[in-house]
């Protein structure tokens, strides 16, 4: 992650590791809020099936809930990203 430095005008980089205690706690929170979004976007392609009254098959209804989690779910890393971020924003102010 790019810190500014006082005394030059280019960012210095800096590695921040996750300990594996923390890695394994952000995966546990993606898994958990990946299982939330695909209820989600099952429910979400139920009321879609439901307002444009389509037949409800659930072939369709899934592969309308799956193109949803997709796109919910794409940024999965965010999870560790973000707590990098936040241990680096730590160290930052010590």
């Known amino acids: 992650m790019?810190?500014?430095s006082k005394t030059s005008p280019y960012p210095q980089w800096e590695e921040v590791l996750l300990t594996e205690d923390e890695e394994k706690a952000?995966?546990?929170k993606c898994r958990n809020e990946n299982k939330r979004l695909m209820k989600d976007c099952i429910?979400?392609?139920?009321?879609i099936i439901n307002e444009k009254e389509l037949k409800d098959y659930q072939t369709v209804l899934i592969?309308?809930?799956i193109a949803?989690?997709?796109k919910r779910a794409?940024?999965?890393?965010y999870w560790k990203e973000s707590?990098?971020?936040d241990k680096f924003d730590e160290k930052i102010k010590e």
Request: charged residues 45%; hydrophobic residues 35%; glycine residues 0%.
């Open 2 to 4: 790019p810190r500014i």
């Open 26 to 28: 952000e995966e546990e």
């Open 43 to 47: 429910d979400d392609a139920k009321n």
């Open 63 to 65: 592969r309308i809930a």
């Open 68 to 70: 949803l989690f997709e």
């Open 74 to 77: 794409s940024h999965s890393v």
């Open 83 to 85: 707590k990098a971020k």
